[in-house]
């Protein structure tokens, strides 16, 4: 099979944009990578995630929330949209890929709402929908598209639980403004390791003072975090790969007749001389080369999932995520260290409903911007407990 390099990749046509545009409104059912929320699938996604909170693992303490037992992470939904088809099932998973064959898709937005945590045991019924595109031209003069895409999580009644909104940029080169000499892999010093381990050593602390934490303990302009993430690392990548999933975990001949039926989905490792998944591009440093990085990167779920690590132990036991919105300016790769960080923002009471408004930044060691959201946490009020 011939592919045609990324920097080679045919220009998008108005022909191409009109088939994607036929396309708007279609929707899919996904098969997940779970499909329901088992103790072990949660702990496995957190665990992937570097997230002990006990709301995901200990069930006395999980018994004693408003819970009232095990929960998943906010973002454990993802796992529900990337599974592995097995010979018997419709593999519908790569079609949104296959609707601009060769042409390579950046993640650069998603926006988060949730009703409420998923509990132990619930079965989930996940779906995409193409909501959208819109066209736009850059410097190049080369038209690019946003994908926007919407992802429903439902409980086994039919009730939303969660929704994500992601914009996926389909463009066909590498952003101009990313430069492989700005990317390339980096050795860490003894005294940056230390100053690793002591951040680790405060973020424990740091969630479990929260754990009861109400509205009114909440001052504006407050400090959120840091939490520490890395450095990332091959293994790094391939245990998140563990906890979130993937629709292309096939080897051998699977793998072989998986890339035979979506060839859109296949990269030729020319060091190797084989065709591997595209998803081996964050793993293998002579594929992230053919995307503009001199080694392997992190994964857009990666990093917005950090984000909500943040959120979720600001949060305490009680507290809730309602939503997210999450701008992802550029990746972490292999090296390098992601530190996020945030502040209060603001705080309101709508109705009965004890709002924090919350602003969150992922940045490398160079200080540069990887990531930045707003969020908004609800809190318990004092004058509720009391009751």
């Not at 038209?143 to 463009?171: C, K, N, Y």
């Not at 296949?266 to 503009?292: F, I, K, N, T, Y």
Request: net charge negative.
């Amino acid at each position: 099979m011939r592919r045609t390099p990324l920097a080679d990749a045919i220009s998008l046509s108005d022909a191409d944009v009109e088939s994607l545009r036929r396309q708007v409104g279609r929707t899919i059912p996904l098969k997940g990578w779970h499909e329901a929320a088992t103790a072990d699938a949660i702990w496995h996604f957190a665990a992937a995630v570097g997230d002990d909170n006990p709301l995901w693992f200990d069930r006395e303490h999980a018994g004693k929330t408003r819970w009232g037992g095990l929960v998943a992470p906010p973002t454990y939904f993802y796992t529900c949209e990337r599974g592995l088809p097995t010979p018997l099932d419709e593999d519908l998973t790569e079609i949104r890929d296959d609707l601009l064959p060769n042409v390579p898709s950046v993640w650069i937005r998603s926006s988060w709402k949730w009703q409420r945590l998923l509990r132990v045991g619930e079965r989930v019924r996940s779906t995409w929908e193409l909501a959208g595109i819109r066209v736009v031209t850059g410097r190049s003069r080369q038209p690019s598209v946003h994908q926007i895409e919407q992802f429903t999580h439902r409980d086994a009644g039919g009730e939303i639980i969660a929704e994500e909104i992601r914009d996926i940029l389909r463009r066909p080169a590498v952003a101009e403004s990313i430069t492989p000499d700005a990317l390339a892999p980096r050795r860490l010093s003894a005294s940056e390791t230390a100053a690793i381990a002591e951040r680790y050593a405060l973020e424990a602390g740091r969630r479990e003072r929260n754990q009861n934490l109400c509205w009114e303990d909440v001052d504006v302009g407050t400090s959120l975090g840091p939490i520490t993430k890395g450095p990332l690392t091959l293994m790094n990548l391939v245990s998140w790969l563990l906890g979130w999933g993937s629709p292309m975990a096939y080897s051998n001949r699977l793998l072989w007749e998986y890339l035979q039926a979506h060839p859109s989905a296949a990269v030729l490792d020319q060091s190797l001389g084989v065709l591997e998944p595209r998803e081996a591009r964050h793993l293998v440093p002579d594929l992230a080369r053919e995307v503009g990085f001199l080694g392997g990167y992190d994964f857009g779920a990666q990093r917005i999932t950090w984000i909500v690590h943040l959120l979720t132990d600001f949060a305490g036991a009680n507290g809730f995520v309602s939503d997210v919105d999450v701008k992802l300016r550029r990746p972490n790769v292999v090296g390098s260290v992601a530190l996020i960080q945030g502040h209060i923002a603001g705080k309101e009471l709508s109705g009965d409903v004890a709002c924090v408004n919350c602003a969150i930044t992922v940045v490398n060691e160079s200080d540069e911007v990887l990531a930045d959201s707003t969020a908004t946490v609800i809190l318990p009020r004092k004058e509720a407990r009391a009751q």
